[in-house]
């Protein structure tokens, strides 16, 4: 046959092949979502790390208790984190192997994750109208190893990320078509978005901030002032909401900043011992962010973003509020939240290049830094729009992803994590504990123990916890009223154990023994009659 006509066969297949991707190319990246989830989510359960993390056995537990508790109902939702992901869990988390295999987390976080990815490529496409660009910003986000590994756990920055990124799309499109079903649509993803991390409240407010610069210069005083009122009172209901709710159930409208479970007031002791090289440390404060960017996200893409960010900023200064890209500053917002929350003290992120003069975790809280992917993604996509740079970004994106990628047993920097270490502990408690327990209810501090609660394996209906209301309550003056069992932390990390604050420790001492003591917890059992 002729060489030549093999060559045309083969040129026709081609371009039929690109005609097809061409015209299905959001089908397609919706089934590269569906199977990169699924396949992530299988190799991470097989290794048992869907419920690695402390933080994600704590978030099982509390949408369990709405279900399964000594008081079960919908005020088992309060406390210092916001309720998404814990009302979203609800449909599965009554199902045992749902809730302690983590699963129930595991679902919701997929369908993020897909959601997530596939809103970029849309968003992105939107904004430079090339598939190309749109690819790129979802090789960025899609095969990022940790966003991977956190879109297949019970944890929320996976969920925060997607709802975040909707928001964006619905946002750009109708600052496009001024199409009021898209500005309610994205008020609605902001209010989601504000109910599941407090970065999201910075979002929201910046929002709005930029729907009133947006329409003022574009549409006048009278148009904007209707934008932003409806744009604004739908999106902050989440907030007002969650308030209220703080006020109704705890008496105060921002007990989540105060009690127990806040991050801040965890923190201070920490502040106290010199153990937070960032606090009122501007300069530190902001490389603990970018180094915490850079493992998470990879160097290569950090430094694409950051010269990307810089040159939209040039170019657009004079204009910014004008052109339609301002908009997705929004996308910097939580970036520079995490900044003033480790400048502050209200959390603690450590990296290794930045050390105290005392010992600390090699990395801790650096999950965080997830949440400039989305900017990452759009801005780097946006360079994309110089066709002669489309190849060789494309060959930066996957060797940058490449090189956050485990090789050869290396682990990622996700399960580097204290979180994750610190989940490790206590085994010689746990193990004791189940080869000694034998019955009755046990009094526990869920603010220091909800990981240990939940290896337990036992219903959450034989707890005694802060959620308690009146079981609690009586128990700090009487605690063999209700409980057989007392369990406290008493280490030097008893500031988060509300036992170790409140509990009468002389009637303690009189109706229990003391059973085992390890990792800085204590053991009682009440005492024969």
Known sequence: MDISSWGEKIDTMINKLLKFVDKNSNKIILVISIILSIVSFIYFYNHDLITAYGDSRAHLNISRRVVDSLTPGIAQLGGAWLPLLHILMLPTIWINFMWHSGISGSLVNMVAYVIATYSLYRLVEEIT?????ATIAYLILAFNINILYFQAIPMSEMLFISTF???????????????????LLSATFFLLTSLNRYEGWFVVVGAVIAIALVSLRRFGRKKAEGYVILFGTLA????????LWQLVIFGHPFDFLRSEFAAG???ARDIEAGLVPTYKNLPVSIMTQVYATVHMSGFLV??????????????????????KEFILLLAI???????????????????PEIRASVPIPDFFNVRYALFSLPAIAIFVSILSKQKIITFFLVAIIILNNLMITPILGKSITALKDKGVVSSREHLELQTWFKNNYDDGLI??????????IFKTNLNMEKFISEGSGKYWRESMSNPSKYARWVLIQDSQDSNRDSLFKHLDMNALNKDFDLQEKSAGYSFYKIKDN
């Open 443 to 452: 009094l526990v501090s869920v603010a220091s123990s909800d990981a240990f």
């Open 129 to 133: 109208k090339s598939k190309i660009s």
């Open 165 to 183: 990124i909707v928001a964006l799309f619905y946002l750009y499109k109708w600052q496009n078509t001024q199409q009021i079903s898209a500005l």
């Open 302 to 323: 950090t430094a694409l973003a950051g010269l990307a960010i810089l040159t939209f900023l040039i170019k657009n200064i004079s204009h910014l509020f004008k052109t």
């Open 236 to 243: 902050s209901l989440g907030i007002m909401l969650w308030l």
């Open 265 to 267: 007031v965890n923190t």
């Open 333 to 351: 917002i939580p970036f520079l939240f995490e900044i003033l929350a480790v400048y502050r003290g209200n959390v603690p992120v450590y990296v």
